[in-house]
Every structure is written in C-alpha cells, then in structure tokens.
C-alpha cells in the first residue's frame, strides 16, 4: 500500500495499492495542495 503524505504535517491525504492512481490523486488535487507542494510525497504505508 502506498500514501501519498503531508510530511510537514505528516498528514496520510491518499492511499492506495497504485502508483498510477496516487499520482493522477497528486495531479487532480494539484490546486489544493500546490502550497505545501514541497511537503507532498509519496511512500509506503506502514
């Protein structure tokens, strides 16, 4: 399972077992999250 997180926050925006689809939520979310934008990655879930 992968996450997509807020590391300044550590904040869990979106999981799933995809790739393809955490990067279409990063990329459909882009407005949302372009001001944190250098706190938003990607890793798998614990």
């Given amino acids: 399972m992968l996450e997509v997180y807020n590391s300044k926050t550590n904040e ?9 689809q955490c990067f ?5 979310n882009f407005n949302e999250l ?6 938003i990655w990607m890793r ?3």
């Fill in 12 to 20: 869990v925006l979106y999981w799933n077992n995809d790739m393809i």
């Fill in 34 to 39: 372009h001001e944190d934008w250098g706190n």
């Fill in 24 to 28: 279409e939520f990063i990329h459909s």
């Fill in 44 to 46: 798998e879930a614990e």
